[in-house]
């Protein structure tokens, strides 16, 4: 199936900093979703944003969306060591429900 | 609720061998999804079920996949024969709003020899 845009591929920052990580898609949507994946695990779902919406906030997280530039970005304020995992944006751009993946991007905090 | 169990956690075999792999979806939900995962490819989906029914199995790869669901609390996906290209990691989730909110297993690695 085909594969959204993330970036960057890699991230590796210092406990208690910012993480963000961006998201890009090819064509309309009605929402985006994030997800998690820990290492040897299933993924996690965080947060759907719909296309009528901009902005959302969960704990420590905030997505944002654009879809005039078909972007979202999330963002995880004071990061944390249990942060390191992979994350993963999921649109619904396909039919049928097939949500369109991205890559993801991994995200280490280092103590 | 347990959430998505999915068994074997771990599965070897041999080319040419019968592999299954096993899924219990979170009660209530209406709709499983089958989905595999390799470094290369990503995450893909396989086939997916609503209330039991099979709706979209354009996902899988060849004839050798099939995969089924008896009743709602139960699916199989079956590789017969298996194939070194078969390895990857597959994730069962289950899902009561459709394609939101999706709950997955903790996957299944298969590595066929």
């Known amino acids: 199936s085909q594969q959204g845009e993330e970036d960057p591929q890699a991230l590796s920052i210092q406990e208690g900093e910012n993480a963000t990580m961006n998201c890009s898609y090819k064509?309309?949507?009605?929402?985006l979703q994030w997800y998690r994946q820990n290492s040897g695990r299933g993924l996690v779902h965080l947060i759907l944003i719909r296309s009528n919406e901009r902005e959302k906030h969960s704990g420590r997280l905030r997505v944002t969306l654009d879809t005039s530039k078909k972007s979202s970005s999330l963002l995880i304020t004071a990061s944390r060591a249990a942060d390191t995992a992979s994350y993963f944006c999921a649109t619904d751009e396909g039919s049928n429900y097939q949500l369109i993946w991205g890559a993801g991007t991994k995200l280490i905090i280092k103590p | 609720d347990a959430g998505v169990i999915q068994s074997p956690r771990h599965e070897v075999t041999e080319m040419g061998q019968e592999v299954t792999l096993r899924c219990k979806p979170i009660?209530?939900?209406?709709?499983l999804f089958w989905y595999r995962q390799t470094m290369m490819r990503g995450l893909e989906l396989l086939i997916y079920?609503?209330?039991?029914?099979?709706?979209?199995d354009s996902g899988m790869p060849e004839d050798r996949f099939s995969a089924k669901m008896p009743n709602a609390s139960f699916s199989t996906l079956k590789i017969q024969p298996s194939e070194p290209r078969d390895s990857a990691v597959y994730f069962c989730?289950?899902?009561?709003?459709?394609?939101?909110?999706?709950?997955f297993g903790s996957g299944t690695q298969l590595s066929v020899l």
């Open positions: 079920f609503n209330n039991n029914v099979p709706i979209d």
């Open positions: 064509t309309s949507i009605n929402n």
């Open positions: 989730a289950s899902s009561g709003q459709g394609y939101e909110k999706l709950f």
């Open positions: 009660s209530g939900h209406d709709y």
